[in-house]
């Protein structure tokens, strides 16, 4: 079903799960983050093992418009890739100057932003945090928890994904786990 952001609507969303039963989900597996890891040897072998699926949001095919706001639930499942915790790509926007703000659900992570002059904040996702995004700066939700990492996100209808850069360079700060804990470490491959 279609929805028509012309006129008044409303979509379900379940508080505890994140998921709608009146639209599917966009979904994106191991096998759709081929370098999206910094160890790609244990992404491949993970995928060859088991092509689970990493995380899954909402597009509810709103215009690309200025006036219009994109918006809907966003769930990164939990687990880690050689260490390094299940997150959504990430993007900047393709009108740079748009932001976007998430409000947590559920679980627990960290919202990575960064700018292109290399500022970056990894700003704690928790139930009730409502995180901004500011214009400028590229966003990456990443689950440290042991459940589903739940958010609700808005943004410019005509905003547009940018994976290019995230996808040549990564970004600067990688979050992976250590003794159990998350730790904010230097991308490797980003001098
Ligand atoms: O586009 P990705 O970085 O893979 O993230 C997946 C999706 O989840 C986020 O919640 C954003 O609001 C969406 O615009 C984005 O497309
Ligand atoms: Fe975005």
Redesign the pocket.
């Known amino acids: 079903m279609a929805f028509n952001f012309d006129l008044p609507f409303r979509i379900d969303f379940d508080l505890i799960n994140g998921l709608s039963q009146q639209y599917p989900s966009s979904k994106r597996y191991l096998s759709s983050m081929k370098g999206m890891y910094n160890d790609e040897e244990a992404r491949a072998r993970m995928q060859a093992e088991n092509d689970q699926l990493v995380y899954e949001f909402y597009e509810l095919g709103a215009p690309e418009l200025p006036g219009d706001i994109a918006f809907g639930t966003s769930i990164v499942y939990p687990g880690t890739v050689g260490g390094e915790y299940f997150m959504t790509n990430g993007?900047f926007?393709t009108i740079l100057e748009t932001a976007?703000v998430y409000i947590c659900l559920q679980g627990e992570g960290y919202m990575m932003e960064e700018n292109p002059e290399g500022d970056w904040d990894a700003v704690p996702l928790k139930p009730g945090g409502a995180v901004y995004?500011p214009k400028r700066w590229a966003?990456r939700s990443i689950n440290t928890g042991k459940t589903p990492l739940i958010t609700f996100?808005a943004?410019r209808g005509d905003?547009g994904?940018n994976y290019g850069i995230i996808k040549e360079l990564g970004y600067k700060k990688l979050i992976v786990e250590k003794d159990g804990k998350p730790v904010v470490i230097d991308n490797p491959k980003r001098v």
Do not use: D, M, N, R
């Open positions: 993007h926007h976007e995004c966003h996100f943004f905003a994904h």
